[in-house]
Nanobody, 114 residues
Framework: VQLQASGGGLVQAGGSLRLSCAAS????????MRWYRQAPGKEREWVASIIPNGITDYADSVKGRFAISRDRSKKTVNLQMNSLEPRDTAVYYCNYETVYKSNWGQGTQVTVSS
């Protein structure tokens, strides 16, 4: 499975971005699709998850501002990010966890200016 993340960019505080992660190849036994982020000098942190039945979960820092969704027919997971803040600046990574392995995308840069 190869994951291609897109949608990052530069946005002013209060703005919005929509990230997408498209999977190519066969995905069998998926357990969850997640977004993580890593800011400069910091550990990678979990941002949001969605499982096959559609249940979502969010880190407290993004709850109420970000929304994760997926389109299973296109094997795509999205992250709608609203009310962005400078502290959201990071490289964002998508992750598809299956019963066999954890698959990572290459990351997309999100920069929020104040």
């Amino acid at each position: 499975v190869q994951l291609q993340a897109s949608g990052g960019g530069l946005v002013q505080a209060g703005g919005s971005l929509r990230l997408s992660c498209a999977a190519s190849g066969s995905i069998i036994g998926i357990k969850a699709m997640r977004w993580y982020r890593q800011a400069p000098g910091k550990e990678r942190e979990w941002v949001a998850s969605i499982i096959p039945n559609g249940i979502t979960d969010y880190a407290d820092s993004v709850k109420g501002r970000f929304a994760i969704s997926r389109d299973r027919s296109k094997k795509t997971v999205n992250l709608q990010m609203n009310s962005l803040e400078p502290r959201d600046t990071a490289v964002y990574y998508c992750n598809y966890e299956t019963v066999y392995k954890s698959n990572w995308g290459q990351g997309t840069q999100v920069t929020v200016s104040s």
